[in-house]
């Protein structure tokens, strides 16, 4: 009991500010609450980076609508529908500025995919499409000619997007895998 006492005393010296030597004058109320504030001020700053989720995207269809031949100075290209469904966990609306990936078809890079600025309700999800032209070289032919006769294949979305916070800023989150899956549709040639 005695030495609870003797540390509340030495607490209240310590916040009365009065064993120091230099005088405050009509600042020294204000800055004995800012000491005390001061604590909670910082120990409330932790549980609002840990409430911040990272935001989902998922490939629910992707479509290989055509695949053209080069022609004159047109190279190859193959052109890809994919529909994302985009979440928000959080309890508050917000703005994706930018979606980058990578499409990684059978473990080989066959293209790119940016969204720009999918706008996110609070608790919620949004439908995005994304036109895709890519350009069909040596090292893809093969998987685009293995979806466009039927067949499965492995697919990847690897990237990153920037999340917009308005006078927070606009971190950037990743890179990391967005979404993967299997891709298979009907055949688009008769070969």
């Known amino acids: 009991m005695r ?3 003797i540390q509340k005393a030495a607490l209240a010296k310590l916040l009365s500010l009065s064993h120091l030597s230099v005088s405050f004058g009509p600042y020294a109320r204000a800055m004995r609450k800012s000491l005390l504030l001061l604590p909670l001020a910082l120990a409330s700053c932790a549980p609002l ?34 529909r994302l469904k985009v979440g928000n966990p959080n309890p508050v609306a917000m703005r994706m500025a930018n979606v980058a990936a990578n499409l990684i078809i059978d473990g080989s890079n066959v293209g790119n ?8 309700p609070a608790r919620g999800e949004t439908i995005q499409l994304a036109e895709v032209s890519i350009p069909v070289t040596i090292p893809t032919a093969t998987s685009f000619l293995k979806v466009a006769r039927g067949q499965q294949v492995s697919y990847r979305l690897d990237g ?3 999340a917009d916070f308005g006078p927070l800023g606009q971190p950037t989150f ?18």
């Open 3 to 5: 030495g609870g006492l």
């Open 49 to 82: 980076q840990q409430a911040v989720q990272v935001p989902t995207v998922q490939v629910e269809n992707i479509y290989l609508r055509s695949l053209s031949l080069p022609t004159g100075l047109q190279p190859a290209a193959a052109n890809v529908t994919l």
């Open 113 to 120: 995919v940016n969204l720009p600025n999918v706008n996110l």
């Open 160 to 162: 990153s997007f920037t």
């Open 174 to 191: 990743g890179p990391f895998t967005l979404s993967q899956g299997v891709w298979k549709q009907a055949p688009i040639l008769p070969f």
